[in-house]
């Protein structure tokens, strides 16, 4: 069955197994441990055995969302999870007088089991004196089933408002529509296609009540977008914690070893330099005290960076909660992306690199190759920098992110480009095309590409202790492979010298990196002075400072 296109009585009622109440209160039906989906484990599709009806519906599903919706749709929205806190954490007994929430979901043409498994799992798992309401924006879409369908369902629940634009507006100016109409102390937001687990909104209610400035994130875990088994992470193998590049991209990283040492018990809240952006709890006066959202950021991206600069920077505290735990379908494309908009992640982050991030701004236009382009009037958000007596950015690094790797400490950044001239081609870079942009550092083999100039892919950093480095990752040559892996900091393979003549050693293998004669290739060959051995890469100096803009 295709839930999106069936009567929605009929889904929670027979199909799904639901019991329903008019009057608001909503309970979880009985469940079948052998229903799909039970428990979090995964629903398997063979394609091979679907008939050409359900083949088609599958496709369909995916290429309209980006995830399984043929799976989702056969799972009930009211599917069981499983108690993943741990022990110490389901031991703490939470104020009786923390704030009421307001939890703010903002879809744009979500798929409809997809979105009410979402709204269920907050009704169901949040402590009824502790929700004030659900407010659900919809981002002006376009789907049948989100218009009157949705209505007849929100009107039966008592916790539940409705909230449409009345043009795209985007995530981020839609998540100013849902605080404006918010009654809670606190607004929660999550994204529309989450799972919460049972006790994820205590702690960071709990939290909120203690000071009005910490402002917090669940531990996000990962819904798997093909099989929807929710893939929890237990607290013994560690977590992640936000953080982001110099290309402006939100990074996750292991919790460092100095606030591992500052942190007294596994559920203590551990700080963030950054924060996703998707799923966030902010007291409601303190969202506004510090400026809520730039207001001239389009759509959505860089607005999770804004916030997590402003937010240290201004005196308050991004942490995430060990023991709040929240799932995520995270898709690898959005289905909802649109050309017509153009490059407004980058325009959204050079106002964020313009306001907040000082002479470092400049780490990121390179990146960008000074491609700065119209980023509007940013005038009144530089004012609230001043209001608010925010500390500097050099503040922020030294202080709330100091194992970042800052390139104006490179020997050397940039593209990497061959002196030699090869057919067709004429100069190739050092290019990372092919490496996962959300690790970069998963030992793929690094490549060729015809210079571009405009960083990104073709840009790369010596460290002063020999590494040739991503944001995420460093140049390794082990086994006769040319691949990028984590920075250990231990030299061995990832030990480089970009030598006087412009030739780029591996101390470790005595090697010199080479361009294959047709230009497709790098390897290592024995150091030999010819062009295709000589590189061009702009060496640090005073004069062409990357902080000073040169």
Not at 502 to 528: P, T
Request: hydrophobic share 35%; aromatic share 10%; glycine share 8%.
């Amino acid at each position: 069955m295709v839930v999106s296109h069936l009567n929605w009585r009929e889904i929670l009622g027979s199909g799904l197994k639901a019991a329903y109440k008019t009057l608001g209160k909503v309970e979880s039906p009985e469940h079948n441990a052998d229903d799909p989906g039970e428990m979090g484990v995964a629903f398997q599709v063979d394609e091979k055995k679907l008939s050409s009806a359900e083949k088609e519906e599958y496709d369909f599903g995916f290429k309209r969302n980006a995830f399984n919706q043929y799976a989702s749709d056969r799972i009930s929205v009211h599917r069981t999870l499983p108690d993943y806190r741990d022990v110490e954490c389901r031991a703490i007994l939470h104020s009786s007088k923390m704030p009421k929430a307001s939890v703010i979901v903002i879809f744009h043409n979500e798929a409809w089991s997809v979105l009410l498994r979402t709204v269920y799992s907050i009704l169901e798992r949040s402590p009824p004196r502790f929700l004030e309401e659900v407010i659900l924006v919809d981002d002006y879409s376009d789907q049948e089933h989100l218009h009157d369908q949705l209505d007849e369902f929100v009107a039966t629940q008592q916790k539940v408002r409705l909230v449409r634009s009345e043009k795209r507006e985007g995530l981020i100016r839609a998540r100013l529509i849902g605080a404006e109409a918010a009654k809670g102390q606190v607004l929660v937001f999550l994204d529309s296609h989450c799972e919460c687990t049972p006790g994820w909104l205590e702690p960071m209610l709990d939290r909120i009540g203690q000071d009005w400035s910490h402002v917090v994130t669940p531990i996000i875990d990962v819904i798997d977008d093909k099989t929807l088994m929710y893939n929890f992470n237990p607290l013994s193998r560690g977590f992640s914690v936000g953080g982001f590049d110099w290309a402006m991209g939100f990074t996750w990283h292991a919790l460092p070893n100095h606030e591992k040492e500052r942190r007294k018990k596994i559920s203590d809240p551990a700080r963030s330099p950054t924060m996703a952006g998707g799923l966030f709890a902010i007291d409601r006066e303190y969202f506004y005290h510090i400026g809520s959202y730039d207001p001239g950021m389009e759509i959505w991206g860089g607005e999770n960076l804004e916030m997590s600069f402003r937010i240290w920077m201004c005196g308050g505290t991004l942490e995430t909660l060990p023991c709040s735990h929240v799932g995520h379908i995270f898709r690898k494309r959005n289905p909802n992306h649109s050309a017509k908009h153009g490059n407004f992640v980058q325009r959204n982050s050079v106002r964020t690199a313009e306001v907040w991030m000082d002479e470092y701004k400049y780490l990121y236009y390179d990146r960008i190759g000074n491609h700065i382009g119209d980023f509007g009037d940013v005038s009144d958000r530089r004012a609230l920098r001043e209001e608010l007596k925010c500390k500097s950015f050099k503040w922020y690094l030294d202080t709330i992110y100091p194992t970042l790797f800052v390139p104006s400490d490179a020997e050397a950044s940039g593209e990497v480009r061959c002196k030699a001239h090869f057919p067709k081609v004429s100069q190739v870079c050092l290019d990372s095309a092919d490496i996962d942009p959300e690790t970069s550092a998963n030992g793929k083999e690094v490549q060729t590409w015809p210079c571009h100039g405009q960083g990104g892919n073709q840009m790369w950093m010596l460290s002063q202790n020999g590494e040739i480095r991503k944001d995420k990752g460093c140049l390794d040559y082990n086994d006769g492979k040319l691949r990028i892996y984590p920075c250990h900091s231990s030299k061995g393979p990832q030990d480089w010298k970009y030598n006087d003549d412009n030739s780029i050693l591996n101390v470790y293998s005595g090697l010199c990196l080479e361009i294959s004669v047709d230009g497709k290739v790098i390897q290592m060959a024995k150091c030999n002075g010819s062009d295709r051995q000589v590189f061009q890469w702009k060496r640090q100096t005073p004069e062409n400072e990357i902080l000073a803009g040169g």
